[in-house]
């Protein structure tokens, strides 16, 4: 296979190698989401058919009433979990993407339709540029480079969670 078959075998459309780490950043941010919910259902509630009942934790908190008073009061309380344990609402914040690229070859391909339904008019098609490094002086290699840095962060809790953990922490309910 001559070595312009093989740039022509390696090569994608410009825009997948553009698309590619933003895709797989939308990938992963979807993933954690699907994760964070996993957590929340199987940690904070039990499941009954299609019903769904918070797990409780029952507090007891011994107090008097007067000051060196012999005699302590007991109340209890039913706490739901989800209110005490803390959550994560984890996100890709910024995503980076440094690479060099050659164009192995360009060309009309009038058969392609854009999203929108249009004729593409000109098809590029690249690949990660290589870089030519010894790693000895009788042996060779080619590395493609691609350097993408990410930064992973929180975002708000979801205005559904927020209003969960409202309602119940003002339902809350001592017992005597």
């Not at 803390?86 to 058969?111: A, Q, R, T, W, Y």
């Not at 999203?115 to 009788?138: C, E, F």
Request: charged share 20%; aromatic share 6%; with cysteine.
């Amino acid at each position: 296979m001559s070595e312009q078959d093989q740039n022509n075998h390696q090569a994608a459309l410009i825009e997948d190698l553009l698309a590619a780490p933003f895709i797989a950043a939308a990938n992963a941010n979807s993933k954690m989401a699907q994760e964070q919910v996993k957590f929340l259902m199987e940690s904070c509630f039990d499941q009954d058919g299609d019903s769904f009942t918070p797990k409780m934790v029952s507090l007891t908190i011994r107090s008097n009433g007067q000051p060196h008073s012999a005699e302590d009061e007991v109340i209890s309380f039913e706490l739901p979990i989800i209110t005490i344990i803390p959550f994560n609402s984890l996100c890709v914040k910024d995503i980076s993407v440094k690479f060099d690229m050659e164009v192995v070859s360009l060309g009309s391909d009038h058969g392609i339709e854009n999203s929108d339904g249009s004729k593409k008019s000109m098809q590029m098609r690249g690949s990660v540029a290589s870089s030519r490094s010894d790693d000895n002086s009788t042996q060779a290699r080619n590395q493609s480079k691609m350097q993408v840095e990410i930064t992973g962060g929180t975002i708000p809790l979801p205005v559904g969670l927020t209003t969960i953990l409202k309602f119940y922490s003002n339902n809350i309910q001592l017992k005597s």
